[in-house]
């Protein structure tokens, strides 16, 4: 039954993204998109998962050839605000930036699930205010990058430093 949720919640969460394209960033944003994307799941109902917050628990990124680690839930709130602050204070914001920040937010890894999802959506958004046309992942052109992805977060600095292409 959480599929079916999960799929409804998408549409709505890229109507939210639709809506609300021409906005900044914020924490509040992220965590809203999260919580469009959840409500009404089994994970809705389980307080350790934190629908619409930041994580409450530590958790990695598992796949590939080793986990990731992500940043500790002591430390979300304010990397995701440095990271929002460094993106936003760019008058111009290339496509580079968008996916530099996307990257970014994946390592904080600041939700206990649905961290791809919101990150992806605000992929999208993002190219839309910054007038680049904006792409669709798909699972068939996600998957065949998938372990490059994974790499490139698994090798990218530990926190709290800043890690710059």
């Not at 394209?21 to 965590?31: I, T, V």
């Not at 994970?43 to 998962?49: I, K, L, T």
């Not at 990731?68 to 304010?78: F, G, I, L, N, R």
């Not at 968008?98 to 994946?106: A, M, N, P, Q």
Request: with cysteine.
């Amino acid at each position: 039954m959480d599929d079916i949720v999960e799929a409804r919640n998408r549409f709505r969460a890229f109507d939210h993204v639709l809506d609300t394209w021409g906005e900044p960033l914020s924490p509040d944003y992220l965590r809203a998109m999260h919580r469009i994307l959840k409500s009404g799941t089994a994970d809705a109902a389980n307080p350790v998962m934190s629908v619409g917050e930041f994580k409450k628990f530590s958790n990695v990124i598992g796949g590939a050839v080793s986990d990731v680690e992500t940043a500790s839930p002591e430390d979300v709130p304010h990397l995701v605000g440095d990271l929002i602050d460094s993106y936003e204070g760019k008058s111009v914001r290339q496509f580079e930036d968008i996916v530099r920040f996307h990257r970014e937010l994946e390592r904080i890894h600041p939700f206990s699930d649905g961290n791809g999802r919101v990150g992806r959506l605000v992929m999208f958004k993002e190219c839309l205010r910054a007038g680049i046309a904006p792409f669709i992942i798909t699972e068939a052109t996600y998957m065949p990058m998938a372990k490059e992805f994974m790499r490139v977060l698994r090798d990218t600095r530990r926190f709290p430093e800043r890690h710059e292409p």
